[in-house]
């Protein structure tokens, strides 16, 4: 065996290790597909959107059954998406009509892709529908775009802007719990665009009330419960799309979620 084989194969053989060890490979970015042991939970139409998701019942909803979020003509690609622009949801009222997955989770892998149609806009991804994930056009501070919320700066420089697909892959560690204390916070982390922007980013409390999500009115949010939650969407009000969204249930025993 020549050198350059000899090099192809030790590089081989350590791609082959690195397969054998590594729970997730990191296919992350705009129109990434499902892989075999993911759900898909909205695939544009209204018969999923339907059976797989339920209005939030918080204490401060107001829409009713069936829900009011409508399908749209994909405005970049062909397809469908969902349009969160609830009646129930004008001027802002968050809590009002947000929906969220009848499923429910503890540690998952999400992707989940969302389009701004106009400047301003606004709605949020809420992991167990307690930790909000921002979506929120024209804010680049530790409210805003891509940031987890009030956690974490902006990763304002990976958005695509308005007008564009933008894609969210996360890894998310449930909170864990011994004797009813909590032990470990819960962790992150994320890919906005494909750019890896989040690293196993702890999570203190849930932010923004009762009316923002589970535990949210739980000792102002900081006395949060290992209730499992589902994946939340927010109304806002505005024009915010989403399509291709899954999930992978996962089982992540040490305090790491970097893929």
Known sequence: MNKNAFKSFVFALAIAAVGLVSPVIAQVGVGVKAPAKAEVYFDGSRKMLDEKWTYWDGPRLSATLPIKWFIVNDP?????????NDPAAAGGKYGSADIVTNDKFKDFRLHVEFYISKKGGNSGVYLQNRYEIQVLDGDTTSHGMAAVINESPSPYYAYNGVGKWNAYDIMFRAARFKDGKLVEKPMVTMYFNGKKVHKNQK???????PNSGIDGGNDGGKGITDTPGGLKLQAEGHDVLYRNIWIQKMDIKEANTDF
Request: charged residues 10%; proline residues 0%.
């Open 203 to 209: 999570i203190s409390q849930v932010w923004g009330g």
């Open 76 to 84: 970049v690609d062909k397809g469908t998406a969902v349009n969160t």
